[in-house]
């Protein structure tokens, strides 16, 4: 929990982060549809880039134009020809917004493949309440499978044998899911060897003390159930297994290869008892999972990526991802 009166944030990211939250407010209708036109004008894209920027060459790859199914693809360019791992990466926005090619995230990723030195696949899945559950779930199982069949595709620096999934706020919720299908699937190549969830977006009926938290404004118990109510099936409700993973609906996972889990967390995170009855789920079902801990961030903390708890994140995760790599050898 927090160990300081309020999250100790630049005024420049707390002023970004209101204005934020009050695009995501006007775009949310009460109808349950969202203005496409509103949050679109403001959510600037970022084509990708065959040119070095930062160190990192970036490219588009089409998985099924039907759907406009594609990722993002994030590549080291100051590395030869090696083996780096490959994390295949799910965008937050409560199912609802944003895409792999928002600048944020554009910028998030490349600077996850500087710091990582690994290949970083963004998948651009489906947005609710267009295309609600399972669609997101669909699309990303379905880019793991075809980069499970075309594993060229990513070129010759990419390991797909040490693959990661990760995910932040809804994409950790996306990324845990999409683990479930693939340890009920046999690949080909590719080998998942671990999680990387990242403030994942969990929830339930029941309502939890963290959810009272009221300084973030990204995240309250208005906007997150207006997010659950867009994306699970009509008529369902927070308990559905979709959100709930450790709660009367949840899978039973504990027969499964699931892959060894980091959880992220913070402080001032209203989502932050979903997260950790996340991670006290897993280690029930006899899964190896690890919880780090920022007490003074907010959800998306680590989108600046100038704070000094970002850089602490970057190292954190990238000790798992070392680590995960030498258990596999």
């Known amino acids: ?67 406009n199914l594609w990722f993002r693809l994030f590549v080291p360019s100051s590395a030869a020809a090696a083996s780096l791992p490959v994390v295949v990466f799910f965008h937050g926005g409560g199912f609802v917004f944003l895409s792999a090619a928002s600048s944020s995230y554009d910028t998030v990723c490349r600077f996850l493949c500087r710091s990582f030195n690994a290949v970083i696949v963004s998948v651009n899945y489906r947005l609710a309440p267009e295309y609600r559950y399972p669609s997101q779930y669909d699309d990303g199982f379905d880019v793991v499978k075809y980069i499970d069949e075309n594993d060229v595709i990513l070129g010759n620096k990419a390991d797909v044998t040490k693959c990661f999934l990760a995910g932040d706020s809804c994409g950790g919720n996306i990324a845990h899911h999409v683990a479930v299908r ?18 994942p977006f969990f929830g339930g009926e029941k309502r939890t003390e963290s959810e009272s938290i009221k300084v973030d404004p990204l995240i309250s118990i208005e ?27 949840a899978e039973d996972i504990s027969g499964l290869d699931y892959p060894n889990t980091l959880v992220v967390v913070a402080g001032f995170d209203g989502l932050l008892d979903w997260q950790r009855r996340y991670y006290e789920w897993l280690k029930k079902s006899g899964k190896e999972a690890e919880l780090i801990e920022y007490p003074n961030m907010v959800h998306g903390f680590y989108l600046a990526t ?24």
Not at 308 to 323: E, G
Request: glycine residues 4%; proline residues 8%.
């Open 306 to 329: 100038d704070l000094p708890d970002t850089s602490r994140f970057v190292s954190q995760v990238k000790d798992f991802i070392t680590k995960q790599m030498a258990n596999a050898n």
């Open 1 to 67: 929990m927090p160990t300081a009166a309020k999250p100790t944030l630049p005024w420049k990211i707390r002023m970004l982060a209101s204005f934020v939250s009050v695009i995501i407010n006007a775009s949310c209708r009460s109808n349950g549809t969202v203005n496409r036109r509103l949050c679109n004008f403001f959510d600037r894209q970022v084509p990708p880039n065959p040119n070095p920027v930062d160190g990192v060459t970036t490219s588009d790859v089409t998985v099924d134009p039907t759907r």
């Open 223 to 249: 906007k997150t159930d207006w997010y659950w109510k867009a994306f699970l099936p009509n008529g369902s409700d927070r308990d559905h297994g979709a959100a709930n993973v450790s709660g009367p609906d």
């Open 182 to 199: 693939v340890c009920k699937e046999r690949l080909r190549v590719v080998n998942i060897i671990g999680l990387v969830s990242i403030q």
